[in-house]
């Protein structure tokens, strides 16, 4: 009984901790909005003000993108007419590129593909998952570690690949 009542006091907790975090986020995006629209709808605004504005939105982190970003390799041997959802993050000094993409093709071909891009390309395998499909790759270069990572899964109807490319900030 006394197991039962912490992990229903744990669990209520949690919501409480992850309902807080939600409602900030949303309040810090909202005060963002009324900002961008003072600021687009000012009629003083310099030239230099403009020129701001605009780096700024291009400085935003894109998400969901459709098309290779030109830091990720165009050569990757993706699956012909795969549909890749890109997205990116700055993480601990690099930049990641996380594209996934549903495929029709053998799993093994596609997995065996990507690992002969690897290997062809001067990564070298770190860590590799036959069973699942999967394995983790770096090269060094003048800039720093790059990264591969690859992964596939078969979800009976659906087979889907995640590939992650990590490139050192300048």
């Known amino acids: 009984m006394k197991k039962f009542i912490t992990v229903l006091c744990l669990s209520f907790a949690l919501c409480i901790f ?59 041997p993706f699956p012909a007419g795969a549909d890749l959802q890109v997205q990116s993050y700055d993480t601990a000094g690099h930049k990641q590129y996380v594209v996934s993409f549903s495929f029709s093709d053998e799993i093994d071909g596609v997995y065996n593909t990507f690992k002969e891009y690897a290997e062809n390309n001067g990564y070298d395998i770190i860590t590799e998952d036959n069973e699942n499909n999967g394995f983790e790759s770096m090269k060094e270069s003048d800039a720093g ?3 591969l990572g690859v992964t596939f899964s078969d979800m009976e109807s659906v087979k889907i690949g995640t590939v992650s490319f990590a490139i050192p900030l300048e």
Do not use: F, I, R
């Open 18 to 76: 992850l309902v807080a975090c939600g409602s900030d986020e949303e309040k810090s995006n909202s005060e963002a909005d009324t900002q961008e629209d003072v600021n687009a709808s000012s009629t003083d605004e310099t030239d230099t003000d403009k020129a701001e504005n605009e780096q700024d939105d291009d400085a935003a982190p894109d998400e969901d993108e459709t098309a290779l970003p030109e830091e990720v390799p165009s050569d990757l």
């Open 145 to 147: 570690q790059t990264t």
